[in-house]
T-cell receptor, first 109, second 116 residues
Framework: GQSLEQPSEVTAVEGAIVQINCTYQ??????LSWYQQHDGGAPTFLSY????GLEETGRFSSFLSRSDSYGYLLLQELQMKDSASYFC??????????FGKGTRLSVIA | GAVVSQHPSRVICKSGTSVKIECRSL??????MFWYRQFPKQSLMLMAT?????????EQGVEKDKFLINHASLTLSTLTVTSAHPEDSSFYIC????????????FGSGTRLTVV
């Protein structure tokens, strides 16, 4: 089946930079997206990559390498409010998003 | 931007009763609606895909007679959890396909179901 791999937990210091990696299965791949979810809330869209390279949106950037079936989310100037779960999700053609298991980010002072 | 309104946000029900969750697309037509379930500290798992005017397609392992999905109009889809049991307690989220949203997917705010 289609599966995505991402670390289960990451801890980083306020003001630092953190990278969350995601690997996916290639067959039928259209694009990789990232979602943020705070406890008790719904996922909110952060970014999307369909082509190789880096997409920057403020403090958050996302990278994709199609040849490596790999992408990452980069969070800069970490703030306490960034503590949340981050999910990579893959778009396999005209199908619903397939989500990774999520990475729980804890930002500490 | 496109908005999907999901209600209720929280519901507590007794075991054996049924609960209906509604998702409405505001300002756009949701020809396709996806229903996800998320257990604590786990990922979003797709339960079913519904298309307006036709029967829903359920993922393997999801009981179609227990989780009734109705998508009778282009702006409303409902998920009814029938004869709920404590193991059905979860976070249920809908997602609608919208051409204007990034990737074409907009999520509802979720429903926290607790069965006691």
């Amino acid at each position: 089946g289609q599966s995505l791999e991402q670390p289960s937990e990451v801890t980083a210091v306020e003001g630092a930079i953190v990278q969350i990696n995601c690997t996916y299965q290639t067959s039928g791949f259209y694009g990789l997206s990232w979602y943020q979810q705070h406890d008790g809330g719904a996922p909110t869209f952060l970014s999307y990559n369909a082509l190789d390279g880096l997409e920057e949106t403020g403090r958050f950037s996302s990278f994709l390498s199609r040849s490596d079936s790999y992408g990452y989310l980069l969070l800069q100037e970490l703030q306490m409010k960034d503590s949340a779960s981050y999910f990579c999700a893959v778009n396999y053609g005209n199908t619903p998003l397939v989500f990774g298991k999520g990475t729980r980010l804890s930002v500490i002072a | 931007g496109a908005v999907v309104s999901q209600h209720p946000s929280r519901v507590i029900c007794k075991s054996g009763t049924s609960v209906k969750i509604e998702c409405r697309s505001l300002d756009f037509q949701a020809t396709t609606m996806f229903w996800y379930r998320q257990f604590p500290k786990q990922s979003l798992m797709l339960m079913a895909t519904s298309n307006e005017g036709s029967k829903a397609t359920y993922e393997q392992g999801v009981e179609k007679d227990k989780f009734l999905i109705n998508h009778a109009s282009l702006t409303l889809s409902t998920l009814t959890v029938t004869s709920a049991h404590p193991e059905d307690s979860s976070f249920y989220i809908c997602s609608a396909r919208d051409k204007e949203a990034p990737l074409g997917y907009t999520f509802g705010s979720g429903t926290r179901l607790t069965v006691v």
